[in-house]
């Protein structure tokens, strides 16, 4: 059975920071396109951030310069680390796990306010 499980999020104040654990297991986690989205309410979900199994990353043109998405395959986990938070970043985040089919996570919510 395929888990992933997402931790972190939280309540901040705008330019402040939070990281974001993703815990996978039931997959063979090293092959797999990791990825984070993120719905706001009312909106779309959109992807933020991926990690390909060869550590290639893209992000969203939002976040860059601001989140860094990471991978440790030994510990079946990935992180992003998001500094300079503002109130537009408020969301679910989403971790998902991608190779022939995608797989979800629950969520984490993330609320940036003063």
């Known amino acids: 059975q395929v888990q992933l499980v997402e931790s972190g999020g939280g309540l901040v104040q705008p330019g402040e920071s939070l990281r974001l654990s993703c815990a996978a297991s039931g997959i063979i986690f090293s092959i797999y396109t990791m990825g984070w989205y993120r719905q706001a309410q009312g909106e779309e979900r959109e992807l933020v951030a991926q990690i390909t199994s060869g550590g290639s990353r893209t992000y969203a043109d939002s976040v860059k310069g601001r989140f860094t998405m990471s991978r440790d395959n030994a510990k079946n986990t990935v992180y992003l680390q998001m500094n300079s938070l503002k109130p537009e970043d408020t969301a679910v985040y989403f971790c998902?796990?991608?190779?022939?089919?995608?797989?979800w996570g629950k969520g984490t919510p993330v609320t940036v306010s003063s």
């Open positions: 998902t796990a991608n190779y022939y089919m995608r797989y």
